[in-house]
């Protein structure tokens, strides 16, 4: 199997890609074959078209496996194995998200709970625990908003990220709405209290 030049550049890239975060070269450009292979492929024609050994590329898929990034499936009248990846690229992007947290954030997030139950024995302790407080209380804001994009339809997602800067300016818009409310409202509640004193 010949991979086309478009392909192939893509499939290099992403290989290097992935290096740069945290998964195997090879694993990479395994998935980068899938996610643009019109077909399911088994792999034989992963290794063909990459020129990887086959036990490379049995441990690629079983890495991919783990991540929950390729689907296993079979044809009729054929024993081997065949994958590809998820068709929906959010969906994507969302596994790989929710499998980093698992291995990356999870842990810090754990070691860090654990930190701030212990009792500081110094003023050095106790202000590497207020540190370790301020970068617990963000992790976990972070965590929170991260779970409710995970139960966001993916076209909710979309849009959302679509409104980029949009978003910022709604925020300054209900600040001042905020503002105004509350000048409109102090007379009244000053008010209020002068009544009560009375």
């Given at each position: 199997?010949?991979?086309?030049?478009?392909?192939?550049?893509?499939?290099l890239h992403f290989g290097e890609m992935g290096s740069r975060w945290g998964i195997n070269r090879t694993v990479g450009q395994i998935y980068a074959l899938l996610?643009?292979?019109e077909r399911p492929l088994?792999?034989?024609?992963?290794?063909?078209?990459?020129?990887?050994?086959?036990?490379?590329?049995?441990?690629?898929?079983?890495?991919?496996g783990a991540w929950h990034l390729v689907r296993m499936q079979h044809l009729p009248g054929d024993?081997?194995?065949?994958?590809?990846?998820?068709?929906?690229?959010?969906?994507?992007?969302?596994t790989l998200a929710e499998e980093r947290?698992?291995?990356?954030?999870?842990?810090?997030?754990?070691?860090?709970?654990d930190a701030l139950l212990e009792q500081p024995d110094s003023p050095a302790e106790q202000y590497a625990q207020e540190r370790m407080r301020q970068m617990h209380d963000l992790i976990e804001l972070?965590?929170?908003?991260?779970?409710?994009i995970q139960r966001m339809p993916s076209e909710d997602v979309r849009r959302l990220m679509q409104l980029g800067g949009a978003v910022q300016k709604l925020l300054a818009f209900k600040g001042r709405v905020k503002l105004v409310a509350s000048r409109k409202r102090a007379p009244?509640?000053?008010?209020?209290?002068?009544?009560?004193?009375?």
């Open positions: 199997m010949q991979l086309p030049e478009l392909a192939r550049r893509f499939v996610f643009i292979s088994n792999a034989d024609d992963i290794a063909a078209a990459l020129d990887f050994s086959r036990s490379n590329v049995s441990m690629g898929l079983k890495e991919l024993r081997r194995d065949y994958f590809s990846a998820p068709d929906d690229v959010w969906a994507i992007f969302r947290r698992k291995r990356e954030i999870d842990p810090t997030l754990s070691m860090l709970r972070a965590t929170r908003w991260f779970d409710d009244t509640e000053q008010a209020a209290l002068k009544a009560v004193e009375d």
